[in-house]
């Protein structure tokens, strides 16, 4: 992932070093709400580096390459103990936040009233747990089997035919990928489509241009995760849309400041081009990778 997204990071960092000398300071304190929300933060909880230790679990796997469902099961359980033995809460409430999401009802500490919470406390902390993800695993599910019946039945293959025949060089390999996570994205709402999708329709075809497998899953994420904060019916964009308190297009809308959305894939294209960190395979490599995936698609 870093191929596009530390240059897209660098581009992001230019721009607003130079968009924030330009703007004229009208005053030094945060917004009345923001300092309302962050003196609620304060009474309801106590802060210390301590915290970090799931996100440390978390980051630690990632590094060291272990099971991601293992890895994130570990890191609750560190912030479930921690929730108990440094913030108070209950065995029972800890419980109920991993599954069924947390709520400000369960804060315990001294001089914090949840009823007289602001309401934008209740929106940013009233979230999560298992059951949240209950309708991202349906989306899943039907996304594969939808894949799976499309691909067996040869509706796939004709669809994708005229163009898959057309892209042979890596430039038009990734610029085709691209264009059709985005329109799988725009019109489903959700990554986790395209996500099931295009590994279908474009292996083959990153794979006969010499590029690694390693690049199309990073393509994936180039549109799917990076570009969908700028889909307001998906979501992501409903969900940055309702924390932030503003909306995405129009005036005051938060897309022109999305650098990274609109730099990412035109990176990822320019990488493509070159040459320049899309996994090259020599001639035996992609053979033997090609043979790999007919074989795979016998076994189907």
Do not use: H
């Not at 057309?166 to 329109?183: C, D, I, N, P, Q």
Request: charged residues 15%.
């Amino acid at each position: 992932m870093m191929w596009t997204t530390l240059p897209a990071t660098a581009v992001a960092f230019v721009v607003f070093f130079l968009a924030g000398n330009s703007l004229t300071i009208t005053a030094t304190e945060l917004p009345p709400e923001a300092l309302e929300l962050t003196d609620t933060l304060e009474q309801m909880f106590r802060w210390s580096p301590l915290l970090l230790v799931p996100f440390l679990f978390i980051l630690g796997g990632a590094i060291m390459k272990k099971p991601p469902v293992p890895t994130m099961l570990l890191g609750s359980l560190a912030a479930i103990i921690i929730g108990m033995a440094y913030q108070g809460f209950s065995v029972q409430n800890g419980v109920l936040a991993a599954l069924n999401g947390f709520d400000i009802s369960m804060v315990t500490a001294d001089g914090f009233d949840p009823a007289a919470a602001p309401a934008s406390i209740a929106t940013l902390m009233n979230r999560g747990g298992m059951k949240s993800m209950v309708g991202v695993v349906i989306i899943i599910y039907c996304g594969y089997a939808y894949a799976a019946i499309i691909s067996k039945a040869g509706f796939l293959e004709t669809a994708i035919r005229p163009l898959a025949e057309r892209v042979k060089s890596r430039g038009a390999v990734m610029a085709a990928t691209l264009f059709t996570e985005l329109l799988l994205l725009v019109f489903s709402g959700n990554s986790y489509t395209g996500a099931i999708m295009v590994p279908e329709m474009f292996k083959r075809s990153f794979l006969e241009s010499g590029m690694g497998l390693k690049a199309l899953s990073r393509t994936i994420e180039d549109i799917g995760t990076i570009v969908a904060p700028l889909v307001p019916w998906g979501s992501s964009g409903a969900f940055y849309a309702g924390a932030l308190g503003v909306s995405i297009f129009g005036s005051g809308g938060y897309a022109p400041w999305c650098v990274t959305c609109y730099v990412t894939p035109v990176i990822a294209l320019l990488l493509a081009v070159t040459g320049v960190g899309v996994y090259r395979m020599n001639a035996e490599e992609k053979d033997s990778a090609l043979k790999k995936y007919e074989l795979e698609q016998a076994a189907l």
